[in-house]
């Protein structure tokens, strides 16, 4: 069995002093860290990467029971054991609330605290255990929205998109345009971790820890974002993408990327391993210029017109060219238009509010096209 790993957090030195010495004469736990309130704690413990921390209940700063709720928040597989002088029933049951998994009454004697760790460790690891293993059935499929070109929207059907679909499936949705990536603008998360920060603390070796970096958006969509900076981008490469995506795989019904808009070796991981790219373009020019280059390079690739999609965003045929005219640049018919209706839009990115988490029963032409996106796709 691999050692126990502690951090004890208690602001009155000669405590942790006591609880250092059972830890260390005990040979099945190991000491990685100590706090003198439930802030530092909370700080410590991405570093140390504890399974159990004893918390005192009475601390400055920030107390026992707000550290433990924080923790369980941040770290639920981080198991809470409360120390305090008080032994009432009320105060035990307050700690659970927070998130404790067990309490320990000072003072405490060896038997008494080795006998805790050991019961609440075992206990609560073999339920995360179990309940890992119950997850790991499903087999998500990959939808990836590309554009060749910034500014098409890509963003904008990718997240509402998500949420259409999380109305019947379980769903992730990543934010893999590492330099310039913005989903957690559209979903009010921008204070949000990250997944470099996931990377940073070396916690993307299974589905137990790199959820802990998820935006929980729903009960059944959650949120990888991408960095915040574009510099960060360069961290990232094809196999931290490829292992992360071979661990949410078996536990999402749905995986939905927004990728870059470029051709690199990211990206192209990202494409060959998905059920379907939705090739996002606007009716400018440009835009469809640029489309066209696109589909080339992955006609190149082998994709054919099965897993590859054309949706034309914000169509309006005020613009002068048509459906018509557009699937004569492309030589291909075109999987789906989306109206334009730049007012919904922008309203929805200002707000943090995405325009599908709403629950009218009159559905805008733009609501109904992506509900119609979701219906079109065979998943």
Known sequence: MDKIKILIADDVKETRDIVKKIVEFEDDFELVGEATDGKEAIEIIPKVKPDVVLMDINMPVLNGLEATE????????????????????????????????EYIIKPFNFDDLVATIKTTYTRYKNMQTK???????????IVSFFSSKGGVGKTTLAVNYSIEMSKT?????????????DISIFVDGVNSK???????????????TIKNYFF??????????????????EYIGKETIEKIINIVKRHYDLIVIDTGVNFNESTLFILDNSDYILF???????????????????????????????????????????????????????????PDDEKTVVASINSGKPF????????????????????????
């Not at 499936?169 to 990536?181: E, I, N, Q, T």
């Not at 969509?221 to 960060?232: M, S, T, V």
């Open 280 to 338: 996002v373009s606007n009716m400018d020019i440009a835009s469809l210029k640029n489309t066209k280059l696109g589909l080339s390079v992955m006609k190149s690739l082998g994709y054919d017109s099965r897993k590859v999609k054309i949706v034309i965003n914000r169509f309006n045929t005020n613009y002068g060219i048509g459906k018509k005219e557009a699937e004569d640049v492309f030589k291909e018919s075109i999987f789906l238009l989306i």
């Open 70 to 101: 924080k923790i369980t928040e941040l770290y639920p597989n981080v198991i809470v054991i409360i120390m305090s002088v008080q032994g009432e029933s009320e105060y035990l049951k307050k700690a659970m609330f927070y998130g404790a998994k």
């Open 194 to 208: 990250t997944i470099l920060d996931a990377i940073d603390d070396d916690e993307i070796e299974s589905i137990s």
């Open 131 to 141: 309940s890992e293993v119950t997850t790991e059935i499903r087999d998500g499929k």
């Open 169 to 181: 499936k379980k769903v992730l949705l990543m934010d893999l345009d590492l330099m310039f990536g």
């Open 356 to 379: 599908m988490a709403g629950t009218k029963i009159l559905k805008s032409k733009l609501e109904k096209a992506i509900e119609t996106l979701a219906k079109e796709l065979e998943l």
């Open 216 to 233: 929980n958006y729903n009960k059944n969509l959650d949120i990888l974002f991408g960095p915040k900076k574009p510099e960060a981008a």
